[in-house]
């Protein structure tokens, strides 16, 4: 199995390239792709695949993906749970599609179960995707250790909990998931804490469902200043993660986020290792 490897402020992916849809993909092969110490590594599988070739649960997608985009990015979390979206995933999988001659630098939709989102990059740099309309879902909470932590509840596609602490975000314990009301999020929830530094400037950590604390979160990102913003209105935020840093621009209909795609390896996993 042909893979490449890449990350999005150290939110890192092993990209499957399968543009005929011919891979079998299980969770237990994800998981152990995925594997920090006994597989290749990753927060995540980017599988590559044409849109026209996808299964979505026995059914193909529908016709505005299928007219929309070329490419379908069918993303998977460390523990081989599917996601609906993943921020970082579209901008390192745009950067994949140009290094690889599959799509020209510019601008193009890639299909994802949440919808088609729209990247612009050039031959080499920074990525930026349109990620929608963040949908506020109102207050929330979630617990580390009894601590109760208050937040807002944003839907970037896939669940979010953004809450904001006081604290420098480094002094948290994200060593084992943060506990939430399973009704309240009977999906699992991604839960972000974020302390305001500066002017529209955010520095946070994640606990992503599926993948547990990750370096970065793009959609993470974008729930965190969509909490923050509050009543401040559209504006471009910064957001400082243990990875790297991110743009978030909220204007009020939708919103982007920007950052750098980095592709670091490529090879072939082992005969019958998978
Ligand atoms: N790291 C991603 C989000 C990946 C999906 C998430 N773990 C979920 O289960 O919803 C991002 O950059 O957005």
Do not use: Q
């Not at 543009?19 to 079998?24: H, T």
């Not at 590559?48 to 993303?75: C, I, N, Q």
Request: charged fraction near 25%; aromatic fraction near 6%.
């Amino acid at each position: 199995m042909r893979f490449v490897k890449g990350h999005g402020t150290e939110n890192d992916f092993v990209i499957l390239p399968d543009p005929d849809g011919a891979l079998e993909l299980t969770a237990e092969a994800v998981a152990r792709l995925c594997d920090r110490r006994a597989g290749i590594g990753a927060d995540g599988v980017l599988r590559v695949v044409r849109t026209k070739a996808m299964d979505l649960d026995g059914a193909g997608p529908d016709d505005a993906l299928l007219s929309g985009a070329e490419w379908f990015m069918d993303y998977r979390n460390a523990d081989g749970s599917i996601a609906e979206m993943c921020g970082n995933g579209t901008r390192v999988f745009a950067r994949y599609l140009v290094d690889a001659g599959l799509a020209a630098p510019g601008e193009w939709d890639i299909a994802t179960r949440a919808g088609l989102k729209r990247v612009t990059l050039g031959a080499s740099g920074e990525v930026s995707v349109d990620m929608g309309a963040p949908v506020a879902l109102g207050p929330g909470e979630a617990s580390i250790g009894g601590a109760v932590f208050r937040g807002e509840r944003v839907s970037m596609g896939n669940p979010h909990l953004a809450c904001r602490t006081d604290r420098p975000v480094a002094a948290l314990d994200l060593s084992r998931a943060p506990d939430f009301d399973p009704a309240v999020y009977p999906d699992g929830v991604n839960v972000e804490f974020y302390r305001p530094v500066g002017d529209r400037h955010l520095e946070m950590r994640v606990f992503e469902r599926g993948s547990g604390e990750t370096r970065s979160c793009g959609t993470g990102t974008v729930a965190a200043a969509v909490a923050a913003a509050g009543e401040s209105g559209p504006g471009e935020w910064t957001v400082d993660v243990p990875g790297g840093r991110l743009t978030v621009t909220l204007d009020g209909r939708t919103s982007h986020l920007r950052g750098p795609a980095v592709l670091v390896a490529e090879g072939e996993t082992r005969p019958g290792w998978i």
